[in-house]
Nanobody, 124 residues
Framework: QVQLVESGGGLVQAGGSLRLSCAASSRTFSSYAMGWFRQAPGQEREFVAAINWSGDSTSYTDSVKGRFTISRDNAKNTAYLQMNSLKPEDTAVYYC?????????????????WGQGTQVTVSS
């Protein structure tokens, strides 16, 4: 059983920054792509960013390009989401997820393990 634990969420003013972490319990962390998704109240869960197994390929949803950076440290079994220039519309619960394989995808159904989520609130 794989456990993913997110941390780093909180309340920040617009224009501020937060760094989310996702610690994985699996020894095979480096074999799988990782993704970040978010869900705002009353809305569906949406893709934010993904990174392949080695960290040399990333993808982002258009609304966060140039502001968010996904990365990973396979030696620490941890994935990160650096969020800069935060906007009120970034407010959501952020989830990390492990992909079914080594590639990456924007589709939630391609991820089979999920963390419990961490709240990010951006005030205007």
């Amino acid at each position: 059983q794989v456990q993913l634990v997110e941390s780093g969420g909180g309340l920040v003013q617009a224009g501020g920054s937060l760094r989310l972490s996702c610690a994985a319990s699996s020894r095979t962390f480096s074999s799988y792509a990782m993704g970040w998704f978010r869900q705002a109240p009353g809305q569906e869960r949406e893709f934010v960013a993904a990174i392949n197994w080695s960290g040399d390929s990333t993808s982002y949803t258009d609304s966060v390009k140039g502001r968010f950076t996904i990365s990973r440290d396979n030696a620490k079994n941890t994935a990160y989401l650096q969020m800069n220039s935060l906007k009120p519309e970034d407010t959501a619960v952020y989830y990390c997820a492990r992909h079914l394989g080594y590639g990456s995808s924007r589709i939630a159904a391609a991820y089979n393990y999920w963390g419990q989520g961490t709240q990010v609130t951006v005030s205007s």
